[in-house]
């Protein structure tokens, strides 16, 4: 499973960007997909996942800023960012896990929130 990110960039705090993430190879393999995070300095977290059935999860920094999305048919996933904070700078990474318990990483994308 090959995963790619793209949408990052430079937004001023209370903007809003959108990010995402386009899978290829064995996507029939694909169970879980998620958005982690890792900041400067910071251990990567979990920022919201959604399985194949579309159930979604959300870290609780969050709150309700954000909403993740899939299409499966297409083969990506969204996460929908508003009122984006400072403290959400961070390398944002799409992840994926196999019905088998195999971890995939795409290459991450940077979102930067300052004025």
């Known amino acids: 499973v090959q995963l790619q990110a793209s949408g990052g960039g430079l937004v001023q705090p209370g903007g809003s960007l959108r990010l995402s993430c386009a899978a290829s190879g064995n996507i029939f393999s694909i169970n879980v997909m998620g958005w982690y995070r890792q900041a400067p300095g910071k251990q990567r977290e979990l920022v919201a996942r959604?399985?194949?059935?579309?159930?979604?999860n959300y870290a609780g920094f969050v709150k309700g800023r954000f909403t993740i999305s899939r299409d499966n048919a297409k083969n990506t996933m969204d996460l929908q960012m508003n009122s984006l904070k400072p403290e959400d700078t961070a390398v944002y990474y799409c992840?994926?896990?196999?019905?088998?318990?195999?971890?995939?990483w795409g290459q991450g994308t940077l979102v930067t929130v300052s004025s």
């Open positions: 959604i399985t194949s059935g579309g159930t979604a």
């Open positions: 992840s994926a896990i196999s019905w088998s318990m195999e971890n995939y």
